[in-house]
């Protein structure tokens, strides 16, 4: 059967991202099935006999995005039940998800999907949190969206309220979990080995999650902090844990390093000698507290050439999705943290979570620019707004004045997931109604909440 032939045309600007960084003003994308056959001109693609075309007049394309570290499967039914100065957060994080079920797992899940779509997220990483992946897997199915899950596990007691299993009991559920789950949905669905962190996995279950993921020809992240104290004194070179984890052998291209913060400048070096990834979730880290002036060190990281992510963590993390409130956190926040308005360009925060974020994924060769023979996932911003106006220049207009309210269509795979800001896939009021009714039955059956710091009548 003949592959649908689609066509973008007359876009005010295609952001391509591609090796030259084209940006092309009244470009059009030729579309045949899955994947970008044609970008240019709209005038050279006009003639091209096409099945549909989307009108992209006044409208910005670019790849769509990619969230390197997004806890997608529990938080929103339960956004924003933390004060700002709750203690131990993740141990009623995970206290919370142990008591859903399968089926408010899916219903949350499927609304994380929504607003990571609608937010232009085409991909993203949700690193092992979900619970009841088979019975998740019809709401990625429905979504469209690639994600690369698994199933994390810890084999050391720990303060989170995480199951602690012994090393081969979390080393078989590793296995299992990419076995089944590996390549499904076309391809859309990666799994990967997902040891929670250093401090709460041994080495041999380190040693081990690495040497499936080898064997398994897939990719594997953790939980990563480094050993930057504050005021910048290093520990000793042998007691930093990217040290650690250079020393058991599982610094390479395989791995992904998730948070990254307080890296010392040997554990930058071992990591880019190693071809390791790092995904860093600035939004987390600024609601947090955790000084991005101290123990950021994304600059270091590019100047040393690792392929760096951006992460927006779970929605009781960053509390939001929004991959261009990240870019634009990413893009501001090195600038005051070094008072240096160089740092972080725009178009830098435009890499990190496209061309740069799909290197370190790995998955750069199928996404994350807009080039021949890449698959159609992209994002179309309207423009006929007033923050984005005037458009003089469509990547600092994007980073610095737009948000994610913009975005008008998506597509992965070339199929359209999102049209006019509404996603296609699912009723989206419908299920905002369900995921608040488990919120209820969540913070009931745990005893979870607290009370408002303003008189609620």
Known sequence: MPETITRIEHARFVITVDPQRRMIADGSILIEGNTIRAVGKAAELADQPVDRTIDAREMVVTPGF??????????????????????????????????????EEHDTTLLGLVELLKGGTTCFVDPGSTQYLETVLPAYEAAGCRVMTGEHVTDLENAMNL???????????????????????????????MPFSQAVCSPSLLRECDAIAEQLGTMITLHHFGGLRAGGAPASVDDLPTGQLRALGVLSPRL?????????????????????????????????????????????????????????????????????????AAAVVYKDARRDPAQITAETALELATIRGARALGIDALVGSIEIGKRADLVLFDTRRAEWRALTNPVRNLVYSASADSVHTVLVDGRVVV???????????????????????????????????????
């Not at 929103?76 to 859903?100: C, E, S, T, W």
């Open 66 to 103: 990619l969230n390197g570290h997004m806890h997608v499967s529990y938080a929103h039914a339960v956004r924003g039940i933390f004060p700002d100065d709750v203690k131990n957060r993740l141990a009623y994080v995970f206290q919370m998800q142990a008591a859903m079920t399968a089926e």
């Open 419 to 457: 049209e006019g800001g509404v996603a296609t896939f699912a009723d989206e009021w419908d299920l905002i109604q369900k995921v608040e009714s488990h919120g209820e039955r969540i913070r009931a059956s745990t005893g979870i909440g607290w009370d408002t710091d303003w008189p609620l009548e």
């Open 163 to 193: 199951p602690v299993y012994d090393t081969q009991t979390a080393v078989q559920h590793v296995r299992d979990s990419i076995e089944r789950s590996d390549g499904l949905l076309d391809g859309r669905v990666r799994a990967w080995a």
């Open 256 to 328: 992904v390093l998730s948070h990254g913060m307080n890296l010392a400048d040997a554990e930058i070096s071992h990591i880019s000698a190693s071809g390791a990834h790092v995904v860093m979730c600035p939004s987390t880290v600024l609601k947090g507290g955790g000084s991005i002036r101290d123990g950021g060190r994304l600059p270091e990281l590019l100047e040393a050439g690792v392929d760096v992510a951006l992460g927006t963590d779970s929605v009781n993390s960053s509390n939001y999705l929004d991959m261009v409130r990240a870019m634009n």
